[in-house]
């Protein structure tokens, strides 16, 4: 804790750490100081000149934004010559500003009107034409309006320094300045959006929302990004049951206002014309649709002959699906018909990790670790295309704490820029390269180690016990794909272990088939897929009697005999788990008429087979979760407060057989995410798509 | 691509004087050498001295396009530079440029077709005193009048 500093602002004496800037000192003192160009956790511009404050024994009024506190300081922030330089900032900024603010997407959510509200001039005194360019379209997500620029740089240094990809700057001078993208007319860059969202008046809007809606004709809704396994909590706004935008302007959850182009622009596939609406029942001359009620006659009739026939029945699930509904059908499946061939496709190797540290306390990293550790290590995985928040995160940290950032990678990735030592290695090679670092790590004091698909079985074991032999803290984290994938391996929606890790032997069950072999399985009558699409690739000759869940007639719904129609993560309540273990609510925010939650869909075939499993209600499973599935007895008023809290730990963790070379990433980029980033027309209509990992 | 030998010994000697990591700062002057040699700061210019200072293009254009003395346009052999600052403005420097676009045939910002002259109007070059006062490339001219410019012009036009 560094020293405290007292100060005096508008007559209030106040105590804050040495370095703090007056205008943070002020807001601790609820104080106001306006501002534009200042932004938490970026370089410091004093661009905008709103903060202006007095301070007693210096002749000029000072910027608060960038002035340090000192002992003593006596400072005043509404005196009549404050009052007047706001004011005149003000005009300034308006001389050349479009009256356009009834059409302005910003309009009613725009700092500037908030600001002209509060502490403008009640009348204008410029009379000269207003200089004008036209407004520039510089990619399918990013427009550029320049009058409307106030020249906070904002956007300039969250592209730079917060994203690391630095593809804005500042052109011309004086009145002529405005913001350009790097490849003069047009942007190639990360597409994320976050220059929109941190630009405080309309000069940045999004392709997607313009001229779209009024802000206050939105509710909000808070919920979880249903894409990578990062856990950023997005709010979207809706109109008539549509999503119309997606950001975290009021940064609530672990990501603050950060997001990707998934969380922000690709949520348009939740309205895409392909949507299925109504079940689907197979016929000699193809699909033909069906009453809900005939479907699931269907369905839990070959599920009963199966249930008899000894529990002939598969399950693959998915990693967008949330906790309840994979506890749900991991208990529906295991308890209700006797089977235990259940998994999804795994993508990182967790349990082996849990195996290696059993018994051990914070052997998993959060996601607030990624930003405080003194050392990162990232072995196997480019964490800008593949976990953009994660290396957010770790940029921050190193920005901001000059954080140790070591990369052992199969080619070049962004972390780079920063990283004390890159190494380019095979992939599966990354332990043997480790050695060479050994001097410099055991210099730290604690270090986060994230590692990605290539790190699996035995090698999570070499990899922890070599970190033991550090003699530092080590925290872990294993990356692994989708929204909620960390939780279907903490839900047991594996063949391996039961909910919580916890042995096959508590229920008396066998390891089951994993979702490969069910596929070409003899043993199997019936195989369910629930979002998941393991056809892709593959058309199979011989196939059990198939039931899939999805919100598109992907691959694998075009062979099924049944579909039915399921709603997206945008559509339903439940939980996520991240992949830093982080468990958060979901909150329903779009309507689809005719999709189903799979948790409904599940619950009304136990109900058809006449199965007692308790409710399946969202909220009553997960408190039947949190009493019975270890790792997940958390505080659950938090998490319905919107809040990101952590899981974990995994008391009795089963000895497994892991099945290694099932295990692996989908390798998406910051513009694929499987059956999901093909519907979203955002996704695909930026020029940078799909892209490629290992580019740097 | 490649200056002239004594250019590229320029650059490396400003590129040597900084810091490492701080190669940037050489960015100005490097700029305007080059703008010297080659006439204007061509795309393949600025692609070049970029990569050299390890800035991004984007980075390169954004201090072009701040300072006027830099130029992406073709410049003819001779820049005439016209002050039209206060001092000189009330010694004449109007009535000075008109002379000059007309004598010329071109307006501000523009080059006579055999590309000799080109003519720009300017803010303060720093000689008040010897007001109306132009710049020709590097050189000044002072106490300019029409007929004077007249004479300089000639010159220039005779000059190899």
């Known amino acids: ?696 | 691509m490649r200056f002239s030998e004594q250019l590229e010994a320029k650059f490396n000697q400003l590129i040597s004087a900084f810091p490492p990591g701080r190669e940037r700062a050489a960015l100005v002057p490097m700029l305007l050498y080059a703008q010297d040699e080659v006439g204007h700061l061509t795309p393949e210019v600025i692609q070049e001295i970029a990569g050299r200072l390890r800035v991004p293009v984007h980075e390169v254009d954004e201090v072009v396009s701040y300072y006027s003395m830099l130029t992406r346009k073709p410049r003819g052999r001779y820049h005439i530079q016209i002050c039209t600052n206060i001092s000189c403005m009330l010694l004449g420097a109007e009535q000075l440029l008109e002379h000059a676009k007309q004598r010329l045939g071109i307006d501000c910002g523009e080059v006579t077709p055999d590309g000799r002259f080109s003519l720009e109007e300017v803010e303060c070059i720093g000689a008040c005193c010897w007001g109306p006062a132009i710049q020709v490339n590097y050189d000044y001219h002072h106490w300019m009048t029409p007929e004077k410019l007249d004479r300089l012009l000639e010159e220039l036009r005779k000059a190899q």
């Not at chain 1, 990293?365 to 196997?380: K, M």
């Not at chain 1, 190494?423 to 590692?451: K, M, N």
């Open chain 1, 1 to 696: 804790m560094s020293k405290l500093v007292t100060l005096t602002i508008d007559g209030k004496q106040i105590q804050v750490p040495a370095g703090t800037l007056v205008i943070n000192a002020a807001k601790q003192a609820g104080i106001e100081i306006p501002s534009f160009c200042y932004y938490d956790g970026l370089s410091l511009q004093g661009a905008c000149r709103m903060c202006l404050v007095e301070v007693e024994r210096v002749p000029k009024l000072m910027t608060a934004c960038t002035l340090p506190v000192a002992e003593g300081m006596v400072v005043r922030t509404n005196t009549p010559q404050v009052i007047e330089a706001r004011k005149a900032m003000l005009e300034f900024l308006l001389t050349n500003h479009p009256l356009d603010c009834p059409v302005c997407d910003k309009g009613g959510e725009c700092e500037l009107q908030d600001m002209a509200f509060r502490y403008g001039a009640g009348e204008g005194r410029f009379v000269e034409f207003k200089y004008h360019v036209p407004e520039k379209q510089w990619s399918p997500v990013v427009y550029y309006d320049a009058p409307r620029c106030i020249l906070c740089y904002r956007c300039v240094r969250i592209c730079d320094e917060g994203l690391g990809v630095n593809a804005l700057g500042v052109v011309n001078r004086g009145v002529r300045s405005e913001i350009a993208p790097n490849r003069g007319d047009h942007l190639e860059c990360d597409e994320c959006g976050m220059c929109i969202d941190i630009c405080p008046v309309g000069a940045l809007t999004s392709g997607t929302y313009r001229y779209q809606t009024r802000p206050w004709e939105m509710s909000h809704v808070g919920t979880i990004c249903t894409f990578c396994a990062d856990g950023c909590k997005t709010t979207l706004g809706v109109r008539n049951g549509i999503i119309i935008r997606a950001n975290n302007r009021d940064r609530s959850g672990i990501n603050d206002e950060f997001l990707c182009i998934k969380g922000r622009f690709a949520f348009d596939f939740v309205h895409h014309p392909e949507r299925l609406t109504r079940p689907l029942i197979r016929t000699l001359s193809g699909f033909r649709e069906a009453s809900w009620a005939e479907a699931i006659e269907l369905v839990a009739e070959r599920f009963e002959q199966a249930r008899q026939q000894g529990g002939r029945i598969g399950l693959i699930g998915s990693t967008r699906t949330t906790n309840e509904e994979n506890y749900f059908l991991q208990k529906l499946l295991r308890q209700g018909l006797g089977s235990n061939h259940i998994d999804h496709r795994q993508s990182g190797d967790l349990v082996s990790l849990l195996m290696a540290t059993r018994g051990r306390e914070g052997a998993l990293a959060t996601t607030a670790d990624l930003y405080h550790a003194s050392g990162i290590l990232i072995l196997g995985a480019d964490l800008s295309q593949q976990h953009p928040l994660l290396a957010f995160q770790i940029r921050a940290n190193y920005r901001h704490h000059r954080a140790r950032v070591y990369v052992v990678t199969r080619g070049p990735v962004r972390e780079d820029q920063i990283a004390a030592r890159s190494l380019r290695v095979a992939p599966g090679q990354e332990l043997e390269a480790l050695e060479s670092l050994r001097t410099e790590l055991q210099g730290l004091p604690d270090l986060v180690v994230l590692y990605g698909d290539s790190i699996k079985g035995s090698a999570v074991a070499r990899l922890v016990q070599w970190c033991d032999s550090l003699a530092i803290a080590v925290r872990y984290v294993c990356l692994l794909d989708d929204a909620n994938s960390r939780g279907a391996l903490d839900m047991g929606l594996v063949p391996d272990w039961l909910p919580g890790y916890r042995s096959l032997d508590q229920m008396n069950l066998q390891p089951g088939l994993c979702w490969e072999e069910m596929l070409e399985s003899e043993e199997l009558e019936v195989l369910w897929v629930v979002g998941a699409n393991p056809l892709r690739r593959r058309h199979l000759k011989r196939r059990p009697w198939l039931v899939v869940q999805e919100l598109f007639l992907t691959e694998t719904a075009q062979q099924a005999d049944v579909v039915l129609p399921a709603a997206s993560a945008y559509e339903k309540r439940g939980t996520f788990t991240s992949v830093c273990g982080e468990l958060q609510q979901l909150q329903p925010a779009a309507q689809v008429p005719g999709a189903k939650t799979d948790l409904e869909i599940a619950s009304l075939i136990a109900l058809q087979l006449g199965l007692e499993l308790g409710p399946a209600d969202p909220d009553e499973l997960l408190g039947e979760i949190h009493r019975t599935v270890d790792g997940y007895n958390v505080d659950l008023p938090l998490v319905a407060a919107g809040a990101a809290v952590p899981t974990g730990p995994y008391p009795d963790v089963a000895a497994v057989a892991v099945r290694v070379d099932k295990i692996r990433s989908r390798e998406d980029t910051l513009f694929t995410a499987g059956s999901l980033g093909q519907r979203s027309q955002v996704l695909t209509s930026v020029r940078e798509a799909p892209g490629s990992l290992y580019r740097g």
